[in-house]
């Protein structure tokens, strides 16, 4: 198959979870024979060279500038007269239209496949230049329920004003465009479920993130350090500072007192200042790392505070890979299979995490033991082999549709 792929940027390098997903299914699609081109937005934040996927045989990669920052103006301005949410109106560009009907016109595809709400808005583009190609939308996650959550728990008035005016402006945004496809793939069956509740047409279908298991093969050079927790997240999403600021907040200060020795270890991309500043004792920050996979393999018990979100975790899927015992909200497992203090241990009050961390300090978790079922669940669930399959199997449904 042809299928081209439309991005909100250019998934490469893949270091957060968005790039990985997007990254692994081009990637995986081209493993498996079938031609792929990514049409990406080149955002400033993570501008890429052109040739940055040339590693990829099966893979073609065009990118067109687009000036995604955040603009206290353009954001009144939409307040005033947006007909979409500024978190979409961002991504709308002219030139990147132009070059996506310029590949519509050109060239002939079998399948189209949006990545996310942020592009959603181009279904209609490839309506009007393609209208006999199959378009799927690749749900990350259903964005105005990440908003609405991060409404209901801020406390600024003003703050909370905005952010629930976003999300009203993003639900209805997705009841609008999410229905205009011919298919959607939801990352989790909570999304799934969502998805249907807005009234989108079948198929749905569950397909979620896998991970390139070749990327995170265990070194058995590296030994983790005893008593160490350690967390790994991208820094430029809302929800992600929120639950770590939580667990700096609620959950450290009664804990670091009681067990000297623990140690708690922070790597993320794009770290605000004033996380890059924290000056607590045992805490240490290492920002941006440039290899997930070597950062998570030295320390012992993986954190996942999240408290607000939707979609999958990434990150999980691949700490599990790598046999790593993970204590996460029940948020942040969301959409994954795995069995709570089995392959993953699972609480949201911060007394439970308080007792949870203390019990991983005195050796009476069994650590070791729920990350070799981590493992264990991440080969047979989560291989990027196994979901290329799903996705291949949802477009032949497509193509033996009648026109």
Known sequence: MRILQLCPRVPFPPHDGGAIAMYDVAAGLARAGHEVTVLAINTPKHFQPGHVLEHLP?????TVPVDTRLSPWKALRNLAFGQVPYNVERFISPAYTAALRQLLLSESFDIVQIEGTFVAWYVDEVRSAAPTVPVVLRAHNLEHGIWEMLASRETNPAKRWYLSHLAAGLRRFEQTYLPRFDAIAAITEPDQRRLRELRCPEPIAFIPAGVDLQRFQRNKAIHARPRTLFMISSLNWLPNQEGLDWFLSQVWPRITDRLPDLELHLAGKDMPERYQQLSLSRV????FVESAA???????????PLLSGGGMRVKIIEGMAL???ILSTGVGSEGIYCQNNKDIILCDDPEEWVERIERYYHGDLCHDKMGEEATATAHRLYDNRRIIERFEELYRSLSLQPA
């Open 58 to 62: 099966g893979v073609r990669l065009r």
């Open 323 to 325: 046999g790593k015992c």
């Open 284 to 287: 240490v920050v290492h920002g």
């Open 294 to 304: 070597e950062f998570m393999q030295q320390y012992e018990l993986m954190l996942v």
